[in-house]
């Protein structure tokens, strides 16, 4: 199955921008949908924003509607997170993660696959 590694976190300023990528390892993202998720210290894993295998749908959070983008290169087998006007209570751990099914989900129990996380902080 997939493996996903994620890279592009990092530190910024409010107002600023960061993109998050995932590549996915020894395999592809064909049939996979894939979500980003978030954890900040002491809450629980969010949903942030997600892309349906077939690329026809992308979804996202209320909280970052308008400023993240998820995007994805084929060819380099990574999914992308564009994050822009960052906020503090952006702040979290981000993950990527994905799963082989028909369905996007906003839960993240239902994905199986899970990158290690990249650290993203948004100073005021």
């Known amino acids: 199955q997939v493996q996903l590694v994620e890279s592009g976190g990092g530190l910024v300023q409010t107002g600023g921008s960061l993109k998050l990528a995932c590549a996915a390892a020894?395999?592809?993202?064909?049939?996979?949908?894939v979500a980003w998720f978030r954890q900040a210290p002491g809450k629980e894993r969010e949903f942030v924003a997600a892309r349906h295998w077939s690329g026809g749908s992308t979804y996202y959070a209320d909280s970052v509607k308008g400023r993240f983008t998820i995007s994805r290169d084929e060819q380099k087998n990574t999914v992308y997170l564009q994050m822009n006007n960052l906020k503090p209570e952006d702040t979290a751990v981000y993950y990527c993660a994905a799963k082989r099914d028909l369905y996007v989900d906003t839960e993240a129990s239902l994905y199986a696959i899970w990158g290690q996380g990249t650290q993203v902080t948004v100073s005021s």
């Open positions: 020894e395999h592809t993202f064909t049939n996979y949908n």
